[in-house]
């Protein structure tokens, strides 16, 4: 018997798997490269999503706008995400274990987040309104534990909610 029929369900996994690498390795590639906010500009919020043990952890920079610093603003087991209103807004997904999805219906827009690898997602925060934040189908079993909601707010109102955070 040949090496090859001994090894078939081996070789169709190896294969399966580089497919699917090479999706995500696109993937990722485009969503930088049609993404016109890559670099970023200083009127722009990012937030910076985690996916870790099927929840999202949420950073928020501080008052200067830079992460990583005494001031920015970590958020565990949030029920509802806060933007302010009227403002360029990037969220950096990223995952530390498993791969997640998320989907604003409203707004059309949805993106992934997978172990190792930065994916964006960038949209215009309008008018104050509450939006949905739901966890993708295309990742498997959908979590309820990663139902959030959006609250778009006046930036009085989203700068009190960041400080009491």
Not at 12 to 37: F, K, W, Y
Not at 60 to 87: A, M, Q, W
Not at 115 to 132: V, W
Request: net charge negative; with cysteine.
């Amino acid at each position: 018997m040949s090496l090859i029929k001994k090894n078939k369900k081996l070789l169709i996994l190896l294969v399966g798997l580089g497919i699917v690498i090479e999706l995500l390795t696109l993937a990722a590639d485009l969503s930088l490269i049609s993404n016109p906010l890559a670099s970023s500009s200083s009127d722009t919020l990012r937030i910076q999503f985690t996916g870790e043990l099927h929840n999202w952890q949420f950073l928020y920079p501080g008052k200067e706008g830079v992460f990583y610093t005494r001031d920015d603003v970590k958020i565990i087991d949030l029920v509802n995400l806060f933007l302010p209103s009227n403002k360029e807004i990037l969220f950096e997904l990223r995952s530390k274990d498993y791969f997640y999805c998320l989907d604003i219906p409203e707004l059309e827009k949805s993106q992934i987040a997978v172990p190792d690898m930065l994916f964006k997602l960038n949209f215009y925060a309008g008018k104050p309104e509450t939006l949905s934040l739901f966890p993708g189908a295309i990742c498997g079993t959908i979590n309820d534990n990663l139902n959030r909601k959006i609250n778009i707010v006046s930036n009085h109102e989203f700068n009190n909610w960041l400080e009491n955070n």
